[in-house]
């Protein structure tokens, strides 16, 4: 699934805070210059992705058309891997996949097996979380990504995807799956 890399850069922060490094312990500022932007995970994936998004064995799925439309979604889902959809299991999934849900059940979708044992291995606080349940926030970044490191993203973009693509935003990747 792809998403906006200013809210990837934030969730992947958030994640990591609490997974690899005590929360609070070091900056966004710093987590994205030392380790989201040096990676270039993120286009890179769009890189590879890219020229098979039309493949029968492929399904492009953008975070913030889910969240605008998860009925829709579910119905693609479902689809694409030869589900028979009816209405009562339609509406199970929609409920299940609800962030009220979600927090609810965090416990379910807590990592704890994986917590306990790298907080030993990496000496972290054994009482840590890593639950993958925030908030179901699109746009989020929009007031907690530093305004620098947004335009060192859209840098990033238009020479990884925009020379490549003619995308000159995530915006217009977002459109370009929909048609």
Same mark, same amino acid.
């Given at each position: 699934?792809?998403?906006?890399?200013?809210?990837?850069?934030?969730? +992947? /922060?958030?994640?990591?805070?609490?997974?690899?490094?005590?929360?609070?312990?070091?900056?966004?500022?710093?987590?994205?210059?030392?380790?989201?932007?040096?990676?270039? +995970?993120?286009?890179?994936?769009?890189?590879?992705?890219?020229?098979?998004?039309?493949?029968?064995?492929?399904?492009?799925?953008? /975070?913030?058309?889910?969240?605008?439309?998860?009925?829709?979604?579910?119905?693609?889902?479902?689809?694409?891997?030869?589900?028979?959809?009816?209405?009562?299991?339609?509406?199970?999934?929609?409920?299940?996949?609800?962030?009220?849900?979600?927090?609810?059940?965090?416990?379910?979708?807590?990592?704890?097996?994986?917590?306990?044992?790298?907080?030993?291995?990496?000496?972290?606080?054994?009482?840590?979380?890593?639950?993958?349940?925030?908030?179901?926030?699109?746009?989020?970044?929009?007031?907690?990504?530093? +305004?620098?490191?947004?335009?060192?993203?859209? +840098?990033?973009?238009?020479?990884?995807?925009?020379?490549?693509?003619?995308?000159?935003? /995530?915006?217009?990747?977002?459109?370009?799956?929909?048609?």
């Amino acid at each position: 699934m792809l998403r906006n890399p200013s809210d990837a850069l934030l969730s +992947d /922060y958030l994640f990591c805070g609490g997974m690899f490094f005590e929360k609070g312990s070091i900056s966004l500022e710093t987590f994205a210059r030392e380790d989201f932007i040096p990676g270039r +995970d993120i286009w890179n994936h769009i890189l590879a992705f890219w020229d098979r998004r039309k493949d029968e064995n492929v399904l492009p799925l953008c /975070y913030e058309n889910m969240k605008a439309d998860l009925p829709q979604t579910i119905e693609r889902v479902a689809s694409f891997i030869g589900i028979q959809l009816d209405e009562e299991l339609k509406q199970i999934v929609l409920k299940q996949s609800d962030i009220k849900f979600m927090r609810e059940h965090e416990a379910q979708f807590e990592d704890h097996i994986i917590r306990e044992t790298r907080s030993a291995a990496m000496r972290l606080p054994l009482d840590g979380q890593l639950s993958k349940v925030r908030n179901g926030v699109v746009g989020e970044s929009k007031l907690a990504v530093p +305004d620098d490191i947004k335009k060192e993203l859209e +840098d990033i973009w238009r020479e990884e995807i925009t020379s490549k693509f003619g995308l000159n935003s /995530y915006e217009d990747l977002r459109k370009e799956l929909m048609m």
